[in-house]
């Protein structure tokens, strides 16, 4: 079995970062899922409209078949709010998911927001997606990580988290 991986949370929370940093450390393959969205996905939101289910379920299909297709271990970097946007994205993968919740209060994440260059994603979407986000279920594969740790914590518990689970 090859593990599935979903680096989830909502904008700022480190997706990328831990994600190509894991792909260093684990030897596994790195996909950000921001490079999936459509154009008109990534033109809304850069006009500050939250982008609603008709607008995500496209992409968070691709992602699943992105996810599936990896023919190693794959994390993929997605914001994955939803209980039913994780369904998608596992109706996509013949095999488990795992998803790490990237997460923190919304004053850590408002101020990487501010502080981040050339993300077409504005903080002003923060309030849309903290209306969304669900935490994983209790039957839901994963861990939830406090990202507001230095980077260096939270790339070591989500590491131990895939050594744990692709024994």
């Known amino acids: ?5 979903v680096l989830m949370g909502v904008s700022g929370c480190g997706k990328s970062s831990v994600g190509l940093e ?12 921001d490079d999936l969205h459509p154009r008109a996905n990534i033109a809304k939101m850069a006009r500050g409209e939250p982008l609603d289910d008709t607008d995500r379920a496209p992409w968070l299909a ?13 994390v993929i970097g997605c914001s994955a709010l939803k209980r039913a946007y994780r369904d998608i994205i596992r109706a996509q993968v013949p095999e ?8 923190a209060e919304r004053e850590v994440l ?3 927001v501010a502080a981040r260059v050339g993300h077409f994603m ?14 994983l279920g209790g039957d839901e594969l994963g861990r939830e990580i406090d990202i507001a740790r230095p980077l260096d914590e939270v790339i070591a518990q989500s ?6 689970t692709m024994k």
Not at 22 to 33: E, S, T
């Open 1 to 5: 079995m090859i593990g599935r991986y």
């Open 22 to 33: 894991l792909a260093r450390l684990c030897a596994v393959d790195f996909i950000d899922g």
């Open 62 to 74: 691709d992602v699943g078949q992105a996810l599936a297709r990896g023919l190693s271990p794959t």
């Open 96 to 103: 488990p998911v795992h998803f790490l919740h990237l997460h």
């Open 110 to 112: 408002e101020a990487r």
């Open 122 to 135: 504005p903080s002003s979407l923060l309030d849309s997606q903290f209306e969304a986000l669900e935490r």
């Open 159 to 164: 590491q131990a988290y895939l050594k744990e």
